[in-house]
């Protein structure tokens, strides 16, 4: 207890450093790691000097988001505002997966909009990408906690007394809907509504159930005019949970095929040339972007692709591995 104290005096003294004492703005949305800098900030700061930003993708953000960031703005008496980032989210993601430039753009790039010069402060940390090649301080924004893993982070949401629900596919963050969605947002009705609509159906299915489950998506794959759906669930739930599953999702009339995964999978990947000659880039995109939110071990067949439209990659199809 007494570490925790000293790491989180350490934390409320260099947000007043780095913040000058004036007011600042929060990128939150209703997760463990914004939650906490909401709290570090107010306990730094004081209430009247920090606002939370949040930024709604309508559709394709969790709907028990919404239900947290209202719970928890008012636990803290915290100053919330809700921007809206769809368009800018769509624009993004219509030439191909792209989550950091996502992020980039449609979230941090519209809370800063919204910030009018204050400083920005995120929830980065060492569990994504940012906080593993980011910068600490960067064009306005700070990541006050970006030495700490989650751990260290649910130790100090537990010291505040701060009570989360988890939000999205994982309980290790809440995630995006889109970011399941590993192919060209072409279509918003098409390819969006159907990430949107079945990773919402898995989620309300499993918590109806009682069933904690560590991880539980459906990706979306396939050539643009076919959307088929690889079922991710960790543990591995009951045959009769299984069906009930894949009876709900065969009604998202959009989804021409569903896959429940339990055997290691072969996934076929178009490239752009950037990527497919990047043997980094591959690497990263298999290991760091895919195989965390897969539930069995997953390789990857690589395409070079023809499309010039195509700015980073599609998952075109898959092969089970018996």
């Not at 449609?106 to 980011?134: F, H, I, Y």
């Not at 130790?155 to 060209?184: D, Q, V, Y």
């Amino acid at each position: 207890m007494y570490q925790i104290r000293e790491n989180i005096k350490i934390l409320l003294e260099e947000i007043r450093e780095v913040s000058r004492e004036e007011k600042v703005v929060v990128a939150f949305s209703g997760g463990l790691d914004s939650t906490v800098v909401s709290a570090l900030a107010i306990q730094a700061l004081g209430r009247e000097k920090v606002e939370a930003i949040t930024v709604s993708f309508g559709e394709y953000s969790y709907s028990k988001g919404v239900k947290n960031i209202q719970s928890i703005s008012k636990a803290l008496d915290l100053e919330s505002k809700i921007v809206y980032g769809k368009k800018e989210q769509e624009s993004v993601l219509k030439k191909g997966p792209a989550c950091n430039k996502c992020t980039r753009i449609a979230k941090l790039g519209r809370v800063k909009k919204e910030a009018k010069g204050r400083l920005v402060l995120t929830g980065s940390n060492q569990s994504d990408t940012w906080g593993m090649k980011g910068l600490k301080i960067c064009a306005g924004f700070y990541a006050p906690l970006f030495e700490k893993n989650k751990e260290e982070i649910r130790e100090i949401a537990n010291f505040f007394n701060l009570k989360i629900l988890k939000i999205g596919e994982s309980k290790f963050r809440e995630g995006c809907k889109l970011k399941h969605l590993l192919k060209p947002l072409a279509s918003s009705y098409y390819h969006g509504k159907t990430a949107a609509e079945a990773n919402e159906i898995i989620l309300d299915i499993l918590e109806k159930e009682g069933f904690m489950a560590n991880l539980a998506n459906v990706k979306i794959i396939g050539p643009l005019n076919k959307n088929i759906g690889l079922i991710n669930m960790l543990p591995f739930p009951s045959e009769g949970l299984k069906r009930r599953i894949i009876g709900e999702l065969k009604k998202v009339k959009t989804l021409e095929e569903i896959v429940f995964l339990d055997k290691p999978i072969k996934l076929i990947v178009k490239a752009n040339k950037g990527q497919f000659n990047n043997q980094h880039s591959r690497y990263w995109l298999e290991r760091g972007r895919l195989q965390p939110d897969f539930s069995v071990p997953i390789e990857i067949d690589w395409l070079l692709t023809t499309n010039k439209n195509l700015a980073t990659f599609q998952v075109i199809d898959y092969r089970i591995n018996e």
